[in-house]
């Protein structure tokens, strides 16, 4: 276990000194593979497993498809246009400053937080001052990142842990629902409800097409994965097709994203991980872990709970479910009910970790700080922190 601690210093610290998460990974695999004394032979059948397979090629393919569609949606100018649909359907202000970032956020993007903020701006007018609009701005459009299969975070820990995406979605609901609440309590409220006009009925069946051509190919992506027993990069194809009718891509505007939509920083952090992964499992770090929790005087499901809290915060959070999820599954009782603790403290640490890059961006656009942003979040995802821990519980008991 010493060998392990080591490896994990290594990536924090190249975390702390702003390396690049495949860096971080990359240092951290070179130095496992030493102080396991990986021999050669066995090395290559390492990094080849890592590189080729099938676990590796699903999920870079899916990264891929999913970056893709979202370039056809910003082509469009989709989310900012559901909102405006969103806005004449519901007329509730309150209701439209949650659902609004929310929305937007339910595709991966980091300048998806610059879209919602100057809607937030709008819908709370004066009766929020400008970091509790920073927060409801960051707050919502981040909640999709706790739970939908459209996230790398998501996918990648659905797939080290070996569960399903339609039990993992409907236990993290409550959660999700939580999430709202906890935002609305402490500033939401704050806001009138005051109608922001009053529309008639065949304005409101308008706004609610309008709407459903937004966001279809997204719901219906994450309804395909939640369902079908299909890779997710087949699904959101076919999604990717039917949207190349449907919204008339030429191919001239469909040719750049065929480039723009491979981020190789996401396929190569994605190959680390996975030989990190099969590093720790040939070093059968996997194995010795139940003995030692098993010594401990903490529960180990509420050990892995605080070090998934503090490791995001240092590391953030790919990193940390590189790492956890795999340690995590391999301890006895391990299941639904410990993944959704698990990405619960990962959601956490990560409003508040300076790693995570959109809270930079978010309080840069309002001329604020990051300790500011920090400060509003805290007390929110404080209690959730307490309210996560005593849903576990109650999942141990129902699963």
């Not at 996230?151 to 399903?164: D, K, P, R, V």
Request: overall charge positive.
């Amino acid at each position: 276990m010493v060998s392990l601690l080591i490896v994990f210093a290594v990536i924090v610290v190249g975390v702390w000194l702003k390396r690049p998460l495949y860096q971080s990974l990359g240092a951290a695999t070179i130095v496992g593979i030493l102080l396991y004394g990986v021999p050669l032979p066995d090395l290559g059948g390492i990094l080849l497993r890592g590189l080729t397979g099938g676990a590796t090629v699903n999920m870079a393919l899916s990264f891929y498809t999913i970056t893709f569609l979202q370039r056809m949606l910003q082509k469009r100018d989709r989310l900012t246009q559901a909102e405006a649909a969103l806005s004449r359907l519901v007329g509730n202000r309150r209701i439209n400053l949650m659902l609004t970032p929310f929305v937007i956020g339910m595709m991966p993007s980091v300048g998806a937080v610059l879209i919602a903020a100057p809607i937030v701006d709008r819908l709370a007018g004066d009766e929020l001052d400008r970091d509790e609009r920073m927060f409801v701005s960051s707050y919502y459009r981040h909640i999709s990142e706790a739970f939908l299969p459209t996230y790398t975070t998501i996918l990648l820990a659905l797939q080290l842990s070996g569960q399903q995406a339609l039990p993992f979605l409907a236990a993290m609901l409550p959660m999700v629902l939580v999430l709202f609440y906890l935002g609305h309590l402490f500033y939401v409220r704050k806001v009138s409800r005051g109608a922001e006009g009053r529309a008639t009925k065949a304005a409101r069946r308008t706004a609610a097409v309008a709407l459903l051509r937004c966001l279809w190919s997204i719901l219906l992506s994450v309804a395909l994965i939640l369902v079908l027993p299909l890779p997710i990069y087949v699904i959101v194809v076919g999604i990717i097709l039917a949207n190349v009718f449907i919204d008339r891509f030429t191919w001239q505007e469909l040719k750049p994203m065929f480039r723009s939509a491979f981020e190789t920083k996401l396929i190569v952090n994605t190959i680390i991980i996975m030989i990190f992964k099969e590093l720790l499992t040939y070093a059968g770090v996997l194995n010795q872990l139940p003995q030692l929790f098993a010594g401990l005087p903490v529960p180990a499901d509420l050990l892995l709970g605080l070090t998934m809290l503090v490791g995001t915060l240092i590391a953030g959070t790919q990193a940390m479910v590189a790492v956890m999820i795999p340690l995590a599954f391999a301890t006895p009782g391990s299941g639904l009910a410990l993944l959704t603790l698990l990405m619960c403290m990962s959601y956490i640490a990560a409003q508040v970790t300076p790693t995570h890059i959109c809270l930079s961006v978010v309080a840069e656009y309002y001329h604020s700080s990051l300790a500011a942003l920090v400060r509003k979040t805290l007390p929110v995802v404080g209690i959730f922190l307490v309210v996560a821990v005593g849903y576990y519980y109650l999942l141990t008991l129902i699963l």
